[in-house]
């Protein structure tokens, strides 16, 4: 990843990172001088997080997945959005970290730039089972990652696999005393392409 060609939309200018030589990170809720022209994209991906999961819509084909493609050397455009509480997208090797709020989209545009199976992580505590909160990030080459869209594309949709849900609706065996209240979690995503 090279963070100097991060272009984030829909922040307010917070910082900007100055490295020798290497151009400064922009973060701008509106379009600038800077930024009126945004960066053109190989793929737009929306990454919907919620109570404890992450679902990603691929709209050129009509993909929903558990796991999140990329192609490498691409920019691709990810509109991160939260359909409840505050939750963090963070792939470590990415250098990448960032909120998303409950009621707004966020755009964000990068191009991974090595191939390989990465780690989404939930970098805000989001409630009982947000350890439970990560996916699989792969990147793989242009004509994989059409293989990959193709393929997923042609499977029917179905609920995906969640952890928190089977944990909390299993029985307790031979449970004493109370337990503390927790937040029910959301219905599993449906989607073409389970992990």
Known sequence: MIYQ??????????????????????????????????????????VIAKQWSWSFRYPRQNVTSTELHLPVNQNVRLTLQ???VIHGFYVPEFRIKQDIIPNRSLNFVFAPIREGKYRLKDSQFSGTYFALMDADVYVESPEAYDRWLTKAAAQSPTPASNQAVSEHTKQVQNARGSFWPTVKPAP????????
Do not use: F, R, W
């Not at 599993?188 to 992990?195: D, E, G, K, L, M």
């Open 5 to 46: 060609k991060i272009n984030i939309q829909g922040l307010t200018p917070i910082a900007h990172l100055h490295l020798p030589l290497e151009e400064p990170v922009y973060a701008a809720n509106k379009p600038t001088e800077n930024n009126n022209n945004p960066k053109p994209v190989a793929e737009e991906i929306e």
């Open 188 to 195: 599993p995503p449906v989607v073409n392409h389970p992990n």
């Open 82 to 84: 939260s359909l409840d």
